[in-house]
């Protein structure tokens, strides 16, 4: 018997994207969160190794009045390698949402997501103005306050970008 495909809760437009980041724009760099698939007891936080295997697939349109095109490069507009990081880590934060989601004024207030790793980035092709980058998120494991990340960006199918990321989840004022 053919399996229905399971509803995606989690489809997240910019205003829930802006409730749950603390970035602004020109920092934001996530218009949508297309996927998220949590594992284990939503209701418990503390059990990071359940945590592993959550995916988190985001979507970042790149357009042209972005403000770095302003100077990178003005004959010819690349994305920095640096912004698609960042854009990977907004993603990966993610992957706490269904966690989360219940009570995210007390997220916004007592959590903080910091990017304390970037291991292995590699570019494989410029993304540009026009460009549609589709970001894909892997929690790989858990310990502690320290989440890690296996992250992948593609443009129309291909690889453009991949990053192991480390991130440090801590409650504000414990750190």
Not at 118 to 130: H, L
């Amino acid at each position: 018997m053919e399996q229905k495909p399971q509803p995606n809760p989690y489809l997240l437009n910019i205003d829930q994207i802006r409730r749950f980041l603390p970035h602004r724009s020109p920092f934001l760099l996530i218009d949508r969160i297309l996927e998220i698939h949590p594992q284990g007891n939503l209701d418990d936080m503390t059990a990071n190794d359940v945590k592993v295997g959550v995916k988190v697939v985001a979507l970042k349109n790149i357009s042209f009045n972005e403000p770095c095109f302003q100077g990178h490069f003005p004959e010819y507009s690349i994305f920095p390698g640096v912004l698609i990081i960042e854009a990977m880590a907004q993603a990966a934060s993610f992957s706490l949402y269904p966690y989360l989601v219940k009570d995210l004024e007390a997220m916004a207030r007592d959590f903080q997501c910091i990017l304390v790793g970037v291991d292995g980035a590699r570019f494989r092709k410029p993304v540009v103005p026009g460009d549609t980058l589709i970001i894909e998120s892997v929690v790989s494991k858990c310990r502690g306050k320290l989440w890690f990340f296996d992250v992948v960006g593609k443009v129309d199918g291909q690889k453009v970008a991949e990053a192991q990321l480390m991130a440090n989840l801590m409650v504000k004022g414990n750190n």
